[in-house]
């Protein structure tokens, strides 16, 4: 993953506009729920036993891991979301680079600096789930290319490739409920079209490459749970599951909801939606047309960026306002240097 010169110089540019960015406070009312939470962690508290809260326990853990080991300095966090922040435009990049080309992905890079600077989340778990998601899209990307050459690379190898993407996952359900929700899903449907579309599985009948996509499926189901498994113990036994189950489930989807429920502001809003169904459609026409092959890495890519744009809008719904937007756009913007291209060129 290295950068020439040019590219190094847009990086510092941007991590730059971040910084700047980041004075500015669009929600201090969350900001002070998730720090409030981080000082009874601190303090020994237990969540949902001692203090209620709608949120997964992972980012009241890793605050309260950040000021002590930094002496309770507030700047710090402030020091590690910045940085968590540009790893995501970071990771963006990288993405849009694999399928766009480096230039193509300065467009995604800066469209996601954009959105963190006008809607930052300082110590919010939004910020580590996109992370966790984005983190989990590189080694599925780096897995496709693994499905190019039937002998390029190990059967154990290859299978060992879906572990990272597993435990991303796995943490993502201490990180955000929510967001894991929608996302397991996807992961787990890329993994069985990976194990159908492989050129290991050309010469195998249907069903077979379909069985070999779902055990894929499986063991990515395995590697989740087993990351997931020793934190829902714990709390469980500690807390209880009726417990946990009406603060971090019911709450958040009925009541939570429900109160801060408002109509969606206008068609811009959904956005997201209209450019994956787009490039879905431009996909599928390219693939009609033999312009991109169905059992290529650059077709699944393009698949898992229109997935996780329509599933992350999901976010979107449970508050239409921006900055529960900014996940959607910024999935989105991986799509959009391909569609005006087309639009150009017609």
Not at 37 to 62: H, L, R, S
Not at 207 to 212: I, N, S, V
Not at 240 to 267: A, D, K, M, W
């Amino acid at each position: 993953m290295g950068f020439n010169k040019r590219e190094i110089l847009f990086l510092i540019v941007g991590f730059s506009f971040l910084l700047l960015g980041f004075y500015f406070e669009n929600n201090p009312t969350v900001k002070e729920i998730y720090l409030f939470g981080t000082e009874q962690i601190i303090d020994g508290k237990i969540p949902y036993k001692d203090f209620e809260t709608i949120f997964p326990p992972a980012v009241f853990y890793f605050n309260a891991l950040i000021l002590t080991v930094f002496s309770n300095s507030q700047f710090a966090i402030f020091a590690v979301y910045l940085f968590i922040s540009f790893f995501i435009s970071l990771i963006i990049y990288c993405l849009a680079r694999d399928f766009l080309g480096s230039s193509k992905a300065l467009f995604p890079f800066f469209i996601s600096i954009i959105c963190q600077i006008f809607f930052p989340k300082y110590g919010g778990s939004v910020p580590l789930a996109l992370l966790l998601i984005l983190l989990a899209s590189l080694f599925l990307f780096k897995y496709y290319d693994s499905m190019k050459s039937q002998n390029s690379i190990s059967k154990f190898k290859k299978l060992s490739g879906i572990i990272p993407m597993g435990i991303c996952i796995g943490l993502l359900g201490i990180t955000r409920q929510d967001m894991a929700s929608y996302m397991y899903g996807l992961f787990f449907w890329a993994m069985f079209w990976a194990g159908i579309a492989d050129v290991e599985g050309l010469g195998l009948s249907v069903l077979k490459r379909a069985w070999r996509g779902f055990l894929q499926g499986v063991f990515f189901t395995v590697i989740v749970f087993l990351t997931f498994l020793p934190f829902a113990i714990y709390f469980i036994s500690t807390v209880g599951i009726e417990i946990l189950y009406q603060q971090l489930i019911e709450i958040p989807f009925t009541v939570f909801r429900e109160e801060h429920s408002i109509p969606f502001p206008n068609l811009f809003y959904f956005s997201p939606i209209f450019i994956a169904i787009s490039s879905a459609i431009i996909l599928f026409i390219k693939n009609r047309k033999k312009i991109i092959r169905a059992n290529t890495p650059i077709f699944w890519k393009e698949v898992l960026v229109i997935n996780l744009t329509l599933n992350i809008f999901n976010y979107g719904v449970i508050i239409s306002d921006l900055p529960h937007l900014v996940p959607a756009i910024i999935f989105s913007s991986l799509l959009l240097p391909n569609i005006i291209q087309l639009k150009i060129k017609n």
